[in-house]
RNA sequence: GGUGAGGUGGGUGAGUGGCUGAAACCAGCAGUUUGCUAAACUGCCGUACGGGUAACUGUACCGCGGGUUCGAAUCCCGCCCUCACCGCCA
């Protein structure tokens, strides 16, 4: 949620950058600073005559200990007209701010200035690119095919139990999952992220505060009789570990790395997008997250894409570096990094991470702050999260590109981990 | 699920219808003392939103929401949460 005063101070600046976003603020904009004006207006009149019934109840209190009973009571009876006063104008004053308040979190974040422009993924900005690309025989298979000829993973099996997008690994897919878990743990964890296994299920506060309510419980497996929400991301319950939290600037940056299965139901799309391993209502995630001081937060940025490439480095993946477009930044982020890995059978970039910095967005609305030794006041922090990775695509090309008459070729890094160098 | 206890500032923990934004202690910050450390002493030490160039100042907040009252951390009602014991269970 972006910040009421620099609404009110930038509206233009405002209008003028989420339009990158594609993303029409101005009449929402100009009912804010309209309303904002009101609520401070509002603010003052209650204000004044709650200052005034203070005063004269402690009046009052004085003179019942001085036992002048009877000037009491004509005091009292000056209270009461400024009592409905107050009652009406803190009514109206309340309206005003929650009014404020209902606006305010339709606006998405404001994009970075080194947002490219654009309306869909076709707009997006490759920005680098890593490993190289596998030549495969014609009669290459897809990794569902593959994942079947081999017995990794079971979809018809999951269907049975649950339904579509739940696969069942067996075996050596199994082994590969916890493998690939470890792996992006240990990985993590040696550059610095603290491991956390946080709760699988939320609260709606915390959902609140990265942003996935209001507005997107669609996205979200509900259970209703709880009032609790299944995590699309460890983002959620991770970086509300921060929520109403002053932290110390010298505790900065907060590097937290956990494991998590991932739910989202996300009914859309269908056909060969949604085949085997491309999108999934569960599935398993690394994720890691920072809290930052707002002047490192770019060069934090900076620094997990580069920890992400590595990790598919060492996995000896193709890859490519997309720097999101405007129209394809999501309504939290400023600034947007996602990594896709080529999976050579399928022949199409499949997305693994996408690396994001939220600024002060989410930190706004979750109150996460940090006191600096200079400035005695506290002021929100910035944070970001990515994914250090997503599972399923990254087996989909690891099953994809590694392909052999012999069988399924495991790179070093992960057989370390697996303990077979072939499938 | 049942029963009981309780939710107060970073922590522990007092507290009563008004003089309580809240004792005391611990932690933290600044200073005095000191060869250094320690100790001792002194002062400071919540957040948000307003007003003011500023000093400063107003309002709100003692789990959340209502109510009673001139006045509520304190009394009443509802909700949420935590803890303990029992039951069930990994």
């Not at 609520?39 to 709650?50: F, G, L, P, T, Y």
């Not at 610095?192 to 990265?210: A, H, K, M, R, W």
Request: glycine residues 6%.
């Amino acid at each position: 949620m972006l910040n009421l005063k620099f609404i009110q101070d930038y509206p233009e600046v405002v209008i003028e950058k989420l339009r990158k976003k594609n993303f029409d603020a101005a009449e929402i904009v100009g009912s804010i600073v309209d309303l904002y004006q009101q609520k401070n207006a509002a603010q003052q009149k209650v204000e004044q005559a709650k200052a005034e019934m203070n005063r004269i109840s402690r009046e009052i209190g004085q003179l019942f200990r001085d036992g002048k009973t009877e000037e009491a009571d004509v005091a009292k009876a000056r209270t009461l007209e400024l009592k409905e006063t107050i009652r009406e104008l803190d009514i109206r004053f309340v309206e005003i701010e929650k009014k404020v308040m209902e606006l305010q979190i339709l606006l998405p974040n404001l994009p970075h200035e080194s947002v490219p422009a654009g309306k869909g993924e076709e707009d997006n900005l490759v920005v680098k690119s890593g490993g190289e690309m596998p030549q495969l025989p014609g009669n290459a298979l897809p990794h569902w095919e593959l994942a079947q000829k081999y017995n990794l993973i079971d979809f018809e099996l999951g269907v049975k139990i649950t339904g579509s997008g739940f696969p069942v690994y067996r075996g050596k897919g199994s082994q590969l999952q916890r493998a690939l878990i470890n792996f992006f743990l240990d990985e993590n964890r040696k550059a610095g992220y603290e491991e956390i296994q946080p709760p699988l299920v939320v609260n709606e506060d915390s959902g609140f505060g990265t942003g996935q309510l209001p507005d997107k419980e669609g996205q979200m497996y509900h259970v209703t009789l709880d009032n609790l929400y299944l995590i699309p991301t460890a983002e959620v319950p991770v970086t509300n570990i921060y929520r109403d939290v002053i932290l110390d600037a010298k505790d900065l940056p907060v590097k937290n790395t956990a494991y998590s299965a991932c739910f989202r139901r996300e009914a859309g799309s269908y056909g060969k997008d949604v085949r085997g391993l491309n999108r999934l209502h569960q599935f398993d995630k690394v994720e890691i997250v920072q809290i930052a001081h707002p002047e490192k937060s770019y060069a934090i940025l900076e620094d997990m894409v580069k920890h992400v490439g590595g990790l598919i480095d060492k996995l000896e993946l193709p890859y490519r570096v997309l720097r999101l477009c405007g129209g394809d930044l999501s309504f939290t982020s400023a600034l947007t990094y996602d990594f896709e890995v080529w999976s050579a059978a399928q022949e199409k970039w499949l997305e693994v991470s996408s690396v994001s910095n939220f600024e002060s967005f989410q930190a706004n609305r979750m109150k996460l702050r940090f006191r600096d030794e200079s400035s005695k006041k506290p002021q929100i922090a910035h944070t970001l999260n990515g994914s250090a990775l997503a599972l399923p695509r990254i087996v989909a090309a690891l099953l994809e590109n590694n392909q052999t008459p012999e069988g399924i070729r495991i790179p070093k890094a992960l057989a370390a981990y697996t303990g077979f160098d072939i499938i």
